[in-house]
């Protein structure tokens, strides 16, 4: 009767256990399940537009059986998908009857959507609630398995109240998912391998489910990766301590150690292929891609400058992650850590030549994944501050064992004050225990709802001290300014509005939306400009629109907690040329007709192919009859043309005369410049010259339109045909130029000028500057017209010219009014102004007189 009675009181204290793990996880699964479920359509962040996208392609390619195209991403993001494929699934079957021909027909509806839509928000982030929170109740068990009962609920308790981690459960995107899976799986290895370390026996469950959760870890996002290396070192470490006492290598442990990791990594890449079926059909180029571009990734810094200090940064350094991890921590949760730390140190003192024991291995594990995980993504250039997130379920269990100690050391104080009441001090204390850690948690998290992102440590200076020292900002808050504005305005749906973070405003505002740009501003006729923090921080999406507005008083503010996320502003009319989408600013009014507002420059296609692309900003001051041709020249300071165009604007495509008052106009245009144009400076000439009627729009100040000056490149020497040489003759001047020939353009009469072009080609660099000379001779060698400057105007002297380069150089010569009619010759060569010295001239085909070249002859009539 004794043996069969301890055996039905055993039978009864492991059903009452079991009993009480199940109600302890189901009050766990709902105490994350709760705060994580409420409140889902709230607001929309900035990566989840993205990945909503990419789950209907998913899906499309699901449907269609197209298993290539299910490799939407390199991260991947498998798991993300996959979830988001779940809550569309339960969308499409609470409204099917609407939806006759399927699901494939009604996620091709969604598909064009720009931006998402809010509706079925709730249902796309629901999977990653429920499998959250199901981590948590993972959470406790193995760590029950690893430490004890109370630690383990400690440990669950604080992370489902965790703000961080509370934060990106509620989400559709991978950092939760990940860190969830990753932290399952390490706990059960570390299961595994204590249960082999202490009772000499295998948990293969628990290796398996380690295995699986990799896998859906390698599935989610490439930084888990980290787990292969890192169960590798825990099983090595564990053996080599096994061999180390036993002062042997055992052939035998040694193959039971690879075989586990083996198994171990099938059964992650057994399910990795399973669950991805990308994987079926090409799996080296799908895994290729995704290592590939996970490591381009890790080496390039953030997609535009990151914000660490107070300073923008390309790399934050090493020193990013330790401090957003100090920010992200709760109080309650770093107390518990420097419990933690200050007990095991004292541990490490009192036990300086004894090993560790059994309860001591998971926690020194845990330690190492904190530091090695943080070790890893601080050396990658590309730094965020949610990629930290997988250590924190390790930190929160690492806290609930420091305050487990800490009881521990408060009962033992408090047992020798009230040893007469016997028994109350043990109840009394985990009760207390577990509603201080439940408020001093819950209480602060909670109090952010449904906004956990903008949680801060506040012993560190809260969310205004976060904001001055890393980026802050998700696109929470944007959902509370576009409410804004639907209320503010009776006619909301007829407003304009321009958000950094487009996609996480889009969605909650009933009017018209843009992203914020300077082209959205002009060109969209906005009425408001939301700024958020993250923007403001790292001057996007550009310098002048976040110092202009920031100058000015917001109309609205949008606070979180005490901190300002986002500043809405109304935009002010006209336009500030700070805000005008156009490189060179210049407003010139033209009349009563037209405004000139600017004007942007390319010089890609004038490095390849000699166009001078010029884009030119007009805007109609009323409503107008003429139809103007825009003339553009490009001159040089004595205007001398290098380079012509005409039309009309927009490619004739839009004449003046049907431009509307207030109506603007991007005019592009296309320069050809003339082959052989030497380097320098250049202004583009406009005139606006109406040919019906004759007449030319002049400037209201009288002065002329002239953009630049414009700095032109040298470019490789054009080929002799493109030149189009008139007249060639070569003639070799002191064996450091050549000419090849001239243009000529006159009247040929009496006080007429002859426009003369001159194309040299250096033959060696020069380190004198030589001086052009022009005559206009009789045959009595009489002179009736000269020039003599250096060339190109004086703007290119011959030291700056290149071995091989030509150059074309024009020349105005006015024929003398008393020139009598006749024969008349040019004769043009280049001497050292300082000594009147000629270069000596030696000519094929050309009359050569030693030190001139002679053109052929003209005839000047009367």
């Not at 000028?753 to 000379?773: A, N, P």
């Not at 043009?828 to 000629?838: K, N």
């Not at 030693?850 to 000047?860: A, F, N, P, S, T």
Request: charged content about 20%.
């Amino acid at each position: 009767m004794g043996i069969e009675t301890r055996m039905v009181k055993t039978s009864e204290r492991v059903s009452w256990l079991l009993r009480r793990d199940v109600i302890s996880g189901t009050i766990l699964f709902f105490l994350a399940l709760v705060p994580r479920a409420i409140g889902l359509n709230v607001f929309l962040t900035t990566d989840e537009s993205i990945w909503i996208r990419r789950t209907l392609s998913f899906f499309i390619a699901l449907l269609e059986r197209d298993y290539a195209g299910t490799a939407v991403h390199y991260k991947p993001g498998v798991t993300t998908l996959w979830s988001g494929v779940l809550g569309l699934v339960a969308d499409y079957l609470f409204q099917a009857d609407a939806w006759p021909g399927g699901p494939a027909d009604f996620v091709r509806a969604m598909l064009p959507a720009q931006p998402v839509s809010v509706d079925y928000l709730t249902f796309v982030r629901f999977p990653t609630v429920l499998l959250t929170s199901a981590c948590v109740v993972g959470v406790y068990f193995f760590t029950k398995g690893l430490f004890n009962q109370r630690i383990a609920l400690l440990s669950a308790i604080l992370l489902a109240l965790d703000p961080y981690y509370l934060a990106h459960s509620r989400v559709i995107h991978q950092d939760a998912l990940m860190t969830s899976f990753m932290i399952l799986s390490a706990l059960s290895f570390l299961l595994h391998m204590k249960v082999h370390a202490v009772e000499k026996r295998r948990s293969w469950c628990c290796l398996i489910f380690s295995g699986l959760t990799a896998g859906l870890a390698f599935l989610t996002k490439s930084p888990s990766l980290f787990l292969g290396p890192y169960v590798g070192v825990l099983a090595l470490a564990i053996y080599l301590t096994k061999a180390r006492k036993r002062r042997v290598l055992e052939w035998q442990g040694l193959v039971r150690f690879g075989g586990g990791l083996a198994l171990w990594c099938l059964i992650a890449c057994l399910l990795f292929v399973l669950l991805w079926p990308a994987m079926w059909v090409a799996p080296l180029n799908t895994v290729t891609e995704v290592l590939s571009k996970a490591m381009v990734r890790a080496a390039s810094p953030y997609g535009k400058d990151n914000f660490f200090m107070g300073h923008l940064v390309h790399d934050p350094g090493l020193l990013f992650y330790p401090v957003v991890t100090l920010f992200k921590l709760t109080p309650l949760t770093l107390s518990g850590l420097l419990a933690f730390i200050g007990f095991w140190l004292k541990g490490l003192r009192e036990r300086r030549n004894r090993s560790l024991t059994a309860q001591q291995l998971p926690s020194l594990a845990l330690i190492f994944f904190v530091f090695s995980f943080t070790a890893m993504i601080s050396l990658g250039a590309d730094k965020s501050d949610r990629y930290n997130l997988p250590i924190f379920p390790a930190l929160d269990i690492l806290a609930a064992a420091g305050f487990y100690d800490l009881a521990r050391q408060i009962k033992s104080l408090l047992s020798r004050q009230l040893s007469s009441t016997k028994g109350w001090p043990r109840v009394s204390l985990q009760t207390v225990g577990l509603l201080l850690v439940l408020i001093l948690q819950g209480g602060p998290t909670l109090a952010h709802y449904p906004y956990y992102l903008p949680y801060f440590n506040p012993l560190l200076g809260g969310g205004r001290q976060a904001a001055r020292t890393f980026m802050v900002g998700w696109g929470d808050g944007l959902d509370q300014a576009a409410r804004y504005l639907n209320s503010e305005e009776n006619n909301a749906t007829e407003l304009r509005a321009a958000s950094w973070y487009y996609g996480s405003f889009a969605p909650f505002f009933v009017g018209q939306s843009w992203p914020l740009s300077k082209r959205n501003l002009y060109w969209q006729d906005v009425d408001y400009a939301v700024l958020y923090l993250n923007g403001v921080q790292r001057l996007l999406p550009n310098p002048d629109i976040v110092n202009y507005f920031r100058s000015l008083e917001p109309e609205h503010t949008v606070r979180l907690k005490g901190l300002d996320y986002a500043w809405i502003y109304k935009v002010p009319r006209p336009l500030p040329d700070v805000l005008l989408p156009i490189q060179h600013v210049q407003r010139i009014e033209l009349g009563d007709q037209i405004l000139f507002l600017g004007y942007d420059l390319e010089d890609e296609r004038f490095q390849s192919e000699g166009k001078l692309a010029v884009t030119l900003y007009w805007q109609a001051l009323r409503a107008m009859g003429e139809d103007y041709t825009v003339y553009l020249k490009l001159v040089n300071a004595v205007y001398h043309i290098w380079g012509r165009q005409e039309g009309r604007p927009f490619h004739d495509g839009m004449p003046t005369n049907a431009w509307q008052a207030g109506q603007k106009v991007k005019d592009r245009r296309e320069l050809e410049v003339l082959p052989g144009t030497p380097p320098g400076l250049y202004h583009i000439e406009i005139i606006l010259h109406d040919p019906y009627k004759d007449q030319v729009l002049e400037p209201r100040d009288g002065g002329g339109l002239l953009l630049g000056p414009i700095e032109m490149p040298r470019r490789k020497p054009p080929n002799l045909a493109s030149l189009d040489i008139e007249h060639p003759q070569e003639a070799i001047l002191g064996d450091k130029v050549r000419l090849l020939g001239y243009n000529m353009d006159s009247g040929f009469r009496p006080g007429d000028g002859i426009r003369l072009t001159l194309f040299w080609q250096c033959i060696e660099e020069m380190d004198q500057d030589y001086t052009v000379f022009i005559h206009l001779i009789d045959e009595q060698q009489d002179i009736w017209g000269q020039k003599d400057n250096p060339p190109v105007d004086g703007f290119y002297p011959t030291s700056r010219w290149e071995a091989g380069e030509i150059v074309r150089d024009q020349y105005d010569i006015l024929i003398s009014p008393e020139a009598p009619p006749g024969e008349y010759q040019i004769e043009v060569g280049m001497y050292l102004v300082e000594t009147g010295e000629r270069l000596e001239v030696v000519g094929k085909n050309t009359i050569s007189h030693e030190d001139k070249v002679l053109l052929q002859g003209l005839q000047i009539g009367p």
